[in-house]
């Protein structure tokens, strides 16, 4: 009642092979191409080391990687210290004048020249002033009215809002 295989030589038994040593055959095989393959690899790999590694010893080796580590943690502390100085310098920004809008015009048609001039000046919130300088043959009167949120509590004359408009536009 075993497990009978035959060839056309005659069964296995009869040629003097067992089934254990059948397997060990195949085994005893593809143990072979996995050493074949892996000698290879290992091949690929000393070349990759011999040129990581050409004209250097252990000492210089050990140096190059310590020297490595120190560039390292040196840049790490000066992108810190960069990111800081960045985020301090963009929080500065946003209280500064980004914002510029001017209009000259002449305010009484008679002198020429358009002399008279609204300027608007605004930071990153868009807070900030405008300025209305009316050149007459009197002499010159200033106005200044407050922007706060791009709100002024102050009617903006025709000129004034022109200046305002061109600030707005300049973000």
Known sequence: MGIRLTTEAGTL??????????????????????????????GKLEQKLKSFTKGRNVTSLENEIVGLFKDNRQLTKHASR??????????RMLTHVSKVGIVKYDAFHQMGGQLSFALCMLDEEDNGFVLNSV?????CYSYI??????????????????AFLRAMEAA
């Open 13 to 42: 038994a009869e040629m003097g092979l067992s089934i254990p040593v059948l397997i060990l055959a195949v085994l005893l095989v593809v143990l072979a191409v996995i050493l074949v393959l892996q000698i290879l690899r290992i």
């Open 82 to 91: 960069s990111k800081k100085e960045i985020e301090e310098i963009r929080h």
């Open 135 to 139: 050149q007459s043959a009197d002499g």
């Open 145 to 162: 009215k407050e922007i706060i949120a791009g709100q002024s509590s102050i009617e903006l004359g025709r000129e004034e809002e022109q």
